[in-house]
Structures are given as C-alpha cells and as structure tokens.
C-alpha cells in the first residue's frame, strides 16, 4: 500500500520559540502555532475555527528560528507528521502527534512590532534542515505541558 506524509502549514506563532539541547548537542525548538480557518457555516454566517500545533525543527534551523521569530511571527510550515509517546514522571502514558518541520520560511514581523524592536532576517527567508539525531532524543522536557 502507498502512503504519504506531508504537511503545509502556514500561521502565526503563540508563544516564542522554545529552543533546547539534547545531550549529544543537537539543537531542537518547538514552534507552537496558531492556523485559522475560515468558512460559511450552513446560514451563511462567517465563521473562523483555529487549530493550534506544534512544530519541531532541528539543528541550525532550530537556533535560526529562535533567533527571529517570536510571539506572533507569521510563518510557513513544510514537513511531515510524527508522534512520539514516553512515560510521565507519576508513570502514565503520554503521546503526541507533531510536525516535523522540513522547511521553515519566515512570512515577516508581528503586526504591532516596529523593525527597531525585533530584528528580522531577509524577508522570505528558507531553511533547509539536514539530517537529524531526532531518532535519539527522547525530550529532556516531555514531562512539560505536551498534549496527550
């Protein structure tokens, strides 16, 4: 059987990157987002429904992304869907499904935020990720607030 696992996202960030270290080194951030979808409902009336997820980007492409974005940052998604499960520290079961960004382009600064308050890159900026030792961490922070 065929399959294919692909996502396109495209939003604005909820909070500022969350950028850590894994024990061999690797850089690795969570870039939580917000994408809005927005729609006629059966009467006709305008409605907007939002989904809020997580996207996982490694490497040099993690420490790019906290560098730049922040809070509100709109941004383009490229990248593939992947879950995780681990045990918490009281021993229940967790698991979450995630993206794991291939490609990050940067869609310019938060509505509100002046170019002398946030420094930004180049306009359009895209980063390809390299291959990644994701398969080897497990999260130093999963026992945070991950989603079950």
Not at 100 to 125: C, I, L, N, W
Request: glycine share 6%; aromatic share 6%.
């Amino acid at each position: 059987m065929a399959s294919y696992n692909k996502v396109l996202l495209m939003g604005n960030l909820t909070k500022d990157p969350e950028l850590r270290y894994t024990p061999q080194g690797a850089a690795v951030a969570n870039l939580r987002m917000a994408v809005n979808r927005r729609y006629r409902d059966k009467n006709q009336e305008l409605k907007e429904e939002v989904c809020f997820i997580t996207a996982v980007v490694w490497n040099k492409q993690a420490e790019t992304c906290n560098q730049y974005l922040h809070k509100g940052s709109g941004l383009f998604v490229e990248g593939r869907l992947q879950s995780r499960s681990w045990e918490d520290n009281t021993g229940a079961k967790r698991s979450v499904i995630e993206v794991r960004a291939e490609r990050v382009q940067f869609m310019g600064s938060a509505p509100g935020k002046s170019q002398a308050q946030a420094p930004a890159p180049e306009p359009q900026e895209e980063l390809s990720s390299e291959p990644s030792t994701e398969s080897t961490w497990l999260g130093e922070s999963e026992g945070e607030a991950n989603e079950s």
